[in-house]
């Protein structure tokens, strides 16, 4: 049931929770909530990975929706990731906001006719600088913030990349690693590469991760932790971008 006046957003998650994250924060729910969400709001869980997606019937109670990171393959045929494209594009269709991060990202790429695949320098995990295009005067939710520099440095984690955006999208950030970072698709979807709502200690966590399993090597993982020694994120920043996207009209 639907409470007058409360707003209500949707988190497509895409990931399971790792046992750092449901240990330390109760699950990547918490993590992305904490990001993006704001008092008098109401957010919903759906575990899209697991198959579980919003009703059709329900999805205009919705003033936006989130879609996470995951460790599949945005390019990927699983039925739940060809599901979640399919949603998108209802989603875009009935003039709702979508916001998608790193793979989220990808996804959108994917579901509107962009290309997506493996990255050409391999995997981008720490902390990163990103380049703001020069105008942004026609994106609506980068206007009114203070001083908006012209670089700004996220958190990042993935090996695949956007490598063409869809007809009608544009590029709205960069960085000398990928060549997409941020792209947006009219006023109501929203694509970022790197990790808004990461902290610090969860890249560490994925890192080691990836070091157990064999998919980094050690050289790289400290390189990795380096970049984010040297400087912080600019979480709030990010929060503030990501929020106005997705709760103004």
């Known amino acids: 049931m639907r409470v007058e006046g409360e707003k209500r957003y949707a988190l497509l998650l895409a990931a399971r929770d790792s046992d750092y994250v449901q240990k330390v924060y109760g699950g990547y729910f918490n993590v992305f909530v904490a990001a993006y969400g704001e008092d008098g709001e109401k957010w919903d869980l759906f575990r899209v990975v697991e198959g579980e997606f919003p009703k059709m019937e329900e999805l205009d109670k919705y003033e936006g929706f989130v879609i ?82 012209s670089s700004l440095s996220i958190m990042e984690c993935h090996q695949d990349e956007v490598s063409e955006i869809p007809l009608g999208a544009e590029v709205i950030a960069c960085s000398d690693k990928t060549g997409v970072e941020m792209f947006c698709l009219g006023d109501n979807v929203l694509g970022i590469q790197g990790h808004p709502e990461y902290t610090k200690d969860i890249v560490c966590n994925l890192i080691e991760r990836l070091l157990d399993s064999n998919c980094i090597e050690c050289g790289f993982a400290e390189d990795a932790r380096a970049t984010m020694e040297a400087a912080d994120a600019d979480r709030e920043l990010w929060k503030k971008i990501c929020k106005k996207f997705l709760k103004e009209r």
């Open 68 to 149: 996470s990171g995951s460790p599949n393959d945005a390019y990927g045929n699983d039925l739940w990731i060809l599901r979640l494209c399919f949603l998108v594009q209802i989603l875009y269709a009935m003039q709702k906001k979508v916001l998608g991060i790193c793979f989220g990202h990808q996804i959108l790429c994917r579901a509107f006719g962009g290309k997506v695949g493996k990255a050409n320098g391999g995997w981008d995990i720490g902390l990163r600088k990103v380049k703001m295009v020069d105008d942004l005067s026609s994106c609506k939710y980068f206007q009114g913030l203070e001083q908006l520099p």
